[in-house]
């Protein structure tokens, strides 16, 4: 399978426990981003990369998140210091770069948290 | 970055052609429009993009009017499969592109 994966796929937590979750995405696709989902809701754009270097991230990502893409390969989001209310669907999706425009991007299964 | 407007839902029968349409009035010169399907416990999936006229792939065709305003996905004789979210995106889709997603049309197929 040569798509995103995204490890885990579940994840129950308590309140104020970290998590962190891995992307892998698609091989040689320089960008890569993540998203938060809720019940209902579209997805919501956190953050992105292109290789290595987080280029622009959301004012949804508090202190509290941080994500890396150290060799801009696999990217990880980790969330501090967990609150109820970040229980969610978190997804990963990347792109290869082109010319012009960006188009598709390949989403990965997500990984739904739920903090207790 | 502009905002979208889509059904909330929409209901339709198997073997029927469905029309979504989307608004999108403050559409930017350099802003495209794509579409993407989510089904449930899944990520959404790009169905088609475009930029003005009308884009067809193997799955939709896409129809733009001249002024951009709105957008209107086709999909043709759907199937129970085709029961899921359908979310129209504006932007423009460079580097850096801050991707939208609104809260999508819920399209129910029945048979």
């Known amino acids: 399978d040569t798509g995103v994966s995204q490890d885990p796929r579940h994840k129950i937590t308590k309140r104020g426990q970290n998590v962190t979750f891995r992307c892998d995405p698609i091989?040689?696709?320089?960008?890569l981003y993540w998203y938060r989902q809720t019940l209902g809701q579209g997805p919501e754009f956190l953050t992105y990369?292109?290789?290595?270097?987080?280029?622009?991230k959301s004012r949804l990502l508090s202190d509290r998140f941080s994500a890396e893409r150290p060799k801009g390969s696999f990217s990880t989001l980790e969330i501090q210091r967990t609150e109820q209310g970040d229980s969610a669907m978190y997804l990963c999706a990347s792109s290869p770069t082109s010319r012009s425009p960006d188009r598709e991007q390949f989403f990965g299964p997500g990984t739904r948290l739920t903090v207790l | 970055l502009a905002k979208t407007t889509q059904p909330i839902s929409m209901d339709s029968y198997e073997g029927q052609e469905v029309n979504i349409t989307c608004s999108h009035n403050?559409?930017?010169?350099?802003?495209?429009i794509t579409w993407y399907q989510q089904f449930p416990s899944q990520g959404p999936r790009f169905i088609i993009q475009g930029y003005k006229t009308k884009v067809t792939n193997e799955v939709a065709s896409l129809f733009i009017p001249a002024d951009r305003k709105s957008s209107t996905l086709s999909l043709p004789r759907v199937s129970l499969s085709d029961t899921a979210v359908y979310y129209c995106?504006?932007?423009?889709?460079?580097?850096?592109?801050?991707?939208?997603f609104g809260a999508g049309t819920r399209l129910f197929v029945k048979a």
């Open positions: 990369f292109q290789n290595e270097a987080q280029l622009e």
């Open positions: 995106l504006v932007g423009e889709p460079t580097g850096g592109f801050k991707t939208i």
């Open positions: 091989s040689e696709h320089n960008r």
């Open positions: 403050n559409i930017a010169t350099n802003d495209y």
